[in-house]
C-alpha cells in the first residue's frame, strides 16, 4: 500500500498501526501537553517495513530526533513480534532497540523504542489497555455479565472479547455510537488511570 508523503514537520514521531490509533495518540498527547511530536500510521503491522523504506526518504527525516514504534501484542509471544519489529528497522538501515524495556533505546540519532500494546508483556492490544483502565467502572460488571451469558447461552462469541467488550462498553455511554478512537477524543478514557502509565512513560521518553 502506498504511503501518503507528508512534511515531517516536528522533531519526535509516533506511529501506530491504523487510523484508530492516530486518534488515540493525538488525544493521548493533547493530555500529556506534548506538543514537538507528530502521529501516524504505517497502515497495518504488515506494512511497517514499507512505511519506514519510506520514511527514511521523506524531506527533514534528518531533523527527526525519536521515533515511537507501537503495535498490538495479539497473541503473539512478545519476543518474536519485537523481533520483527528489530528486522524492518534494520531493513530500512535503521538502529535497533537493544530490548523493549522502557528505558532502552536504541543508539544514534534518530533514537528508536518500542511499545507493545498493551503493555509490553501481555497479548492484547489497545482495546485490552482501554478496559484495563475501565476496571473500576461500574458498567464493566454488567457488560461482563452481559457476555458471560452470551458464552452460555449462545453458540456464537465473539473471537476478540476485548474489542466486544469495548463496543459493549461505548453502547452503554450516554452518547452510544462513538467508536474508541472518538471516545478517547472526548474523554471517555481517564488517562490519569494507572492502567495508562506504562504507554504515558514510553512517550514521554522518546
Not at 498501526?17 to 498527547?29: A, M, N, P, Y
Not at 519485537?82 to 528486522?87: A, D, G, L, T, V
Not at 509490553?120 to 485490552?128: A, F, H, P, V
Request: glycine share 4%; with cysteine.
Amino acid at each position: 500500500m502506498s504511503q501518503e508523503i507528508k512534511q515531517i514537520n516536528k522533531p519526535k514521531l509516533l506511529i501506530g498501526e491504523g487510523k484508530d490509533e492516530i486518534r488515540f495518540f493525538q488525544s493521548f498527547l493533547k493530555y500529556l501537553n506534548i506538543c514537538d511530536m507528530m502521529v501516524e500510521s504505517y497502515n497495518g503491522k504488515d506494512n511497517l517495513y514499507s512505511y519506514l523504506k519510506t520514511l527514511v526518504l521523506r524531506p527533514n527525516f534528518s531533523q527527526l530526533v525519536s521515533i515511537g514504534i507501537t503495535r498490538d501484542a495479539d497473541n503473539k509471544p512478545i519476543d518474536d513480534l519485537f523481533k520483527s519489529i528489530c528486522s524492518a528497522l534494520k531493513r530500512a538501515n535503521l538502529s535497533n532497540p537493544n530490548n523493549y524495556n522502557l528505558s532502552k533505546s536504541s543508539k544514534g540519532t534518530p533514537k528508536i523504542n518500542i511499545f507493545i500494546l498493551p503493555d509490553n508483556q501481555n497479548s492484547g492490544m489497545l482495546e485490552t489497555l482501554c478496559l484495563k483502565s475501565l476496571k473500576n467502572d461500574i458498567s464493566m460488571n454488567c457488560v461482563d455479565k452481559y457476555f458471560d451469558c452470551i458464552r452460555q447461552k449462545s453458540d456464537i462469541f465473539p473471537k476478540n472479547i476485548d474489542k466486544a467488550k469495548i463496543h459493549a462498553w461505548l453502547a452503554s455511554r450516554e452518547i452510544s455510537d462513538k467508536r474508541l478512537a472518538e471516545a478517547s477524543e472526548v474523554g471517555y478514557f481517564d488517562f490519569n488511570n494507572s492502567a495508562f502509565d506504562n504507554l504515558k512513560e514510553f512517550i514521554i521518553s522518546l
